[in-house]
């Protein structure tokens, strides 16, 4: 059971007041983790509001088209293999200028907005796509972030597969990233159903921030993942913690024993990538390469990433 308390008269002065400030306090008590009781505090309201102003700024930018796709390279270890991209949104704010995710995630907490954020990167990944394929760009996949929102009715379904039939882009030239917390709750059994769709098509399913979990082994057992994101909590410590290598030369060698491939995040330093790839890591991806950028920059940065990966 979770309580939210308001007192009277410091927290309201009529049952309207009263009430919406228990309520806030009891949302508050089920943030926490729930089964506890928390107590009305004006700081609670403040951010309440706060949130709901995020919300209608962000509903206004996608209105306006203030959002947009930057995409970050995910370069293969082989030589001959292509350079993949992973789609990561960015918000031209009025006020505060280019924003990534981390400076509005708040926002991605309201349902109905993640799943308009979701149309709204699915509608631009194919468009930039189409634009990087006629000109020529060399590209293995493009990787997109799915949220269970996507999953809350078949129209996210529905207007992936009419975009590939009206693009002539083949479902096999995306992948689409998961995390564990999509499979928790009442729509597991959508989430589950929808990723069976694009894997049957030829969409790459790739588990995000691997590692981190508490049931990622049994998900590697009953869904279709084709690739696994090594978290970027262990690259980064990798070089100086032999703990960490082991977890990761752990991840790799499961990956590789069920047929499939990996990529390492947060790649900073040529050590890392040095000990990633005597490790057999598929693919490498951070700032070592390329931060994430706009697609006009790309076709010139890709073409520098098979020199440096000559280079180690």
């Known amino acids: 059971m979770s309580l939210g308390i308001a007192v009277f008269p410091g927290n309201g002065n009529d049952a309207e007041n009263l009430f919406q400030a228990a309520d806030l306090a009891l949302y508050h008590a089920k943030a926490l983790g729930r089964d506890r009781l928390e107590i009305f505090h004006p700081k609670l309201k403040e951010a309440a509001e706060h949130r709901s102003q995020l919300l209608l700024e ?18 293969p270890v082989v030589s001959n293999g292509l350079v993949s991209l992973e789609a990561l949104m960015r918000w031209q704010h009025p006020q505060l200028g280019l924003l990534t995710p981390s400076a509005f995630q708040e926002g991605f907490s309201d349902p109905a907005v993640r799943a308009a954020i979701g149309m709204f990167v699915l509608e631009r990944a194919f468009k930039d796509t189409a634009d990087m394929l006629a000109a020529q760009i060399p590209l293995e996949r493009i990787a997109i972030n799915l949220t269970n929102s996507d999953f809350r009715s078949d129209v ?28 928790l709750g009442s729509h597991q059994k959508r989430v589950e159903q929808g990723l069976r769709r694009l894997h049957d098509a030829g969409v790459e399913i790739a588990f995000d921030d691997f590692g981190t979990g508490y049931a990622s082994l049994t998900h590697l057992r009953q869904l279709p993942l084709g690739k696994l994101k090594i978290d970027r909590s262990f690259v980064a410590n990798m070089v100086t913690c032999p703990e960490d290598r082991a977890i990761i030369r752990g991840i790799i060698d499961i990956a590789h024993s069920l047929g499939k491939t990996v990529t390492a995040e947060g790649v900073e330093t040529l050590e890392q990538v040095e000990l990633l790839t005597g490790m057999q890591c598929d693919h490498l991806q951070g700032w070592y390469f390329s931060k994430a950028c706009p697609p006009g920059h790309l076709p010139r940065l890709i073409g520098s990433m098979q020199g440096r990966l000559e280079a180690v």
């Open 58 to 75: 962000i509903e206004d930018g996608l209105r306006l088209d203030a959002f947009e796709l930057h995409y970050q390279p995910i370069v």
């Open 156 to 183: 996210f379904l529905e207007r992936f597969f009419e975009l590939s039939a009206q693009t002539g882009i083949r479902p096999e030239k995306f992948c689409v990233e998961v995390t564990e917390s999509m499979f």
